[in-house]
């Protein structure tokens, strides 16, 4: 609605504002504003302001449990029962002609305009009065001082947003987005240092690198031998680090007639020093994944026993949260951290991508060439149905997720062999009976835990009665 078509409603109609506090909900009665917005004072004076603004009526929220309702619904743009009682009981509304209700929230006010039937007014000079209602807010209602007004605002303001972040909290999935992505910054970096030490250390031994081709490994050889001349003194400690006699006979043999020259102590303490931090860096990124497979175990099993814990993960991630990817169609996670390429395919009219994340899963790489968009196209399929599994269940568990991984196995072999695997609904027959089977069993073993609860309880119940016993004679 524009400025001018407020102003006379303003002048034709009664003006009342509907102001959204902390502590309950307030209704003005708006008389005379274009007056008091001449007036520099109003703004800062709470008389000069409260000629003009009357607090017609005043409805505190009666918990904070009954507070953040109303704020949830206030932010959902939905009527409120309590708002609803609140303006039939203080409005005149059986003039609706004659009155018009000012509402900042948009939404609010359609939702109002809908319900009631009330003529709704959210620009022109509402916002104003809004903000100079909220400066003042505690000269109209007495007894509310600036110091208590402080605390609803604060208490409401934090159960709203553990409100809007419960399933953050209560998922955990957060904890796996940020994991993943400090994963994937630590891979980046122990490659770059691993490059960094490669060209130092081969200045001294320039043969380890065609020995030794994996970079993680590598640092820690480095930081194990130091100088050439020790690998022949180190070599037990290299094959417990390698695994294999054979290379460390190689890494002994080629220190002994190597090319390399010489380094000096205040080199080589140098390049200790750096592959001593590189080696600390591996270390963690191993314990960091430990503990990436635990979380995506306990958070998304499913779509871990499909995937694996780094493809579901990286989708988690990717997607926002495991909400936001149990939403998702198939056809969406099949080209998920494929956008660029899909938007550039679609701008050029050439071919699509089949793929996006997923295809670092093993089974795109085993399929053929010719399969491999069918592939991704049932792999993604199965995705979305362990995600929403995931997501919406309340006692996850990796049933499904097995069942569905023994799907895409059969439906590979298909492709490859040509036969004809078990239909779907047999497979979920299967899954269900074998989630049946497997709620029993938890249910007969928590009836054991019980039972030895209680003969652990009955057991020190009655030495503590001998005791008591043997005390009084």
């Not at 191993?286 to 779509?303: D, G, H, Q, R």
């Not at 026993?305 to 988690?316: H, N, P």
């Not at 494929?338 to 795109?364: C, D, M, N, Q, V």
């Not at 097995?402 to 196995?409: C, F, G, Y």
């Amino acid at each position: 609605m524009e400025t001018e078509d407020v102003k006379t409603l303003q002048s034709t109609q009664r003006l009342f504002v509907l102001y959204e506090h902390a502590s309950g909900y307030a209704l003005f009665r708006v008389k005379g504003f274009d007056q008091i917005q001449k007036d520099p004072k109003a703004a800062s004076d709470a008389s000069i302001f409260g000629s003009a603004v009357r607090l017609q009526a005043f409805s505190p929220f009666q918990s904070s449990v009954n507070a953040i309702d109303n704020a949830n619904c206030v932010s959902e743009g939905v009527v409120h029962d309590d708002l609803r009682v609140f303006l039939e009981s203080n409005l005149p509304l059986e003039k609706k002609s004659k009155v018009a209700l000012g509402i900042v929230d948009g939404k609010l006010g359609a939702a109002v305009m809908e319900g009631l039937g009330l003529n709704c007014i959210t620009a022109g000079s509402i916002p104003e009065i809004a903000r100079l209602i909220k400066r003042h807010f505690s000269f109209f209602v007495k007894g509310l001082t600036d110091k208590s007004e402080m605390k609803a605002s604060l208490g409401l303001s934090h159960s709203f947003s553990r409100c809007k972040v419960k399933f953050n909290v209560n998922r955990a999935d957060n904890m796996i987005i940020q994991s993943v992505n400090l994963l994937d910054q630590l891979d980046k970096d122990v490659n770059m240092f691993s490059m960094r030490i490669r060209e130092w250390y081969s200045y001294h031994f320039p043969e380890l690198v065609k020995i030794v081709n994996d970079n993680r490994l590598y640092i820690k050889l480095v930081n194990l031998i130091k100088d050439r001349s020790n690998s022949e003194q180190v070599a037990d400690q290299i094959t417990e680090l390698v695994g294999d006699e054979n290379i460390t006979q190689q890494v002994v043999q080629a220190s002994k007639t190597s090319m390399g020259m010489e380094i000096s102590p205040i080199d080589l303490m140098n390049i200790e020093a750096f592959s001593k931090k590189a080696t600390m860096l591996v270390n963690y990124r191993s314990v960091l994944f430990e503990y990436l497979t635990k979380k995506m175990a306990m958070i998304a099993p499913n779509l871990c026993s499909l995937v694996g814990e780094i493809v579901g993960a990286r989708l988690i991630s990717h997607a926002g949260s495991l909400i936001n990817l149990a939403k998702y169609p198939a056809s969406t996670i099949q080209i998920l951290g494929a956008e660029k390429a899909l938007f550039r395919a679609i701008k050029t009219k050439t071919a699509t991508p089949k793929y996006g994340l997923i295809f670092h899963s093993t089974f795109i790489g085993r399929a053929d060439m010719k399969d491999k968009g069918k592939m991704s196209r049932y792999l993604s399929n199965k995705c979305a149905i362990a995600a929403r599994i995931d997501c919406f269940s309340e006692k996850p568990n990796m049933v499904i997720g097995t069942k569905l991984r023994v799907m895409v196995e059969d439906r590979l072999s298909f492709f490859k062999t040509g036969v004809v695997p078990k239909t779907n609904e047999e497979f979920m027959e299967e899954a269900l009976n074998e989630l049946k089977e497997f709620e029993e069993l938890e249910k007969e073993a928590r009836k054991k835990k019980k039972e030895q609860k209680r003969l652990k309880k009955a057991k020190a119940a009655l030495i503590a009665e001998a005791n008591g016993m043997m005390v009084e004679a």
